[in-house]
């Protein structure tokens, strides 16, 4: 268990209305992110974080935007939530496994619906 | 195209039959990841490797750095196996395979 939590666990929605995700970890690690997963796509990413305050776009990332106030939040806002935007969204960080190689860890998964 | 191929995209097996996952990428990776995901579950990390082969229990993979090719292989398979099988390689950053959905029948 690499400590990794994700709030809430499950949302349903309105589309419309602004939606905030939060991630939270334990082990210090610096590089953190956010997927989406969706059925014929794959983990697809979104967002990510290699620091306070140091975010960058993944391949998905029109209609949401992250926050990282401090090493262990990282925070994924749907602005306006739409249908398209139901999912589950995976939270991960990376850390340093043997050999220096990195390994990923995620979080149990947000399953959002937007109706 | 998608940097990271599995094969096949869904796999029924009897319970005892030996099963392999196939994944190939076309990007350079420092190493290769296989997932596992349970119906409505977390993703947990099975292996990763940069060479050669690695085995854990009834798991075990396997990378040819040259062909850029991967196996997972499954001996004795059990009902418990079933779960959805996701390669991943490392790279500047996180390619995942659209995952390999396996279900083992008693």
């Known amino acids: 268990d690499a400590g990794i939590t994700q709030s809430p666990r499950h949302k349903v929605t309105e589309t419309g209305t602004p939606v905030t995700l939060r991630c939270h970890q334990t082990?210090?690690?610096?590089?953190m992110y956010w997927y989406r997963q969706d059925p014929g796509h794959g983990l697809r990413l979104i967002h990510y974080s290699y620091g306070v305050k140091d975010t960058d776009k993944g391949e998905v990332s029109d209609g949401y935007s992250v926050s990282r106030s401090k090493t262990e939040d990282f925070l994924l806002t749907l602005e306006s939530a739409t249908s398209s935007q139901t999912s589950v969204y995976f939270c991960a960080i990376r850390g340093t496994g043997l050999a220096g190689t990195n390994e990923q860890f995620f979080g149990p998964g947000t399953r959002l619906t937007v109706l | 195209k998608n940097e990271v191929e599995q094969s096949p995209q869904n796999l029924t097996a009897q319970e005892g039959e030996f099963i392999t996952i196939n994944c190939s990428y076309s990007?350079?990776?420092?190493?290769l990841h296989w997932l596992q995901q349970h119906p409505g579950g977390g993703i947990v990390s099975l292996f990763m490797?940069?060479?050669g082969k690695k085995k854990h229990g009834r798991l075990i993979a396997t990378i040819n750095i040259q062909e850029k090719h991967s196996s997972l292989h499954i001996t004795a398979s059990h009902p418990r196996d079933s779960a959805v099988y996701i390669c991943?390689?490392?790279?500047?950053?996180?390619?995942f395979g659209t995952g390999t959905s396996l279900t083992v029948i008693p």
């Open positions: 490797l940069s060479s």
């Open positions: 082990e210090n690690h610096r590089y």
């Open positions: 991943a390689g490392t790279g500047n950053q996180f390619y």
């Open positions: 990007v350079g990776i420092s190493a």
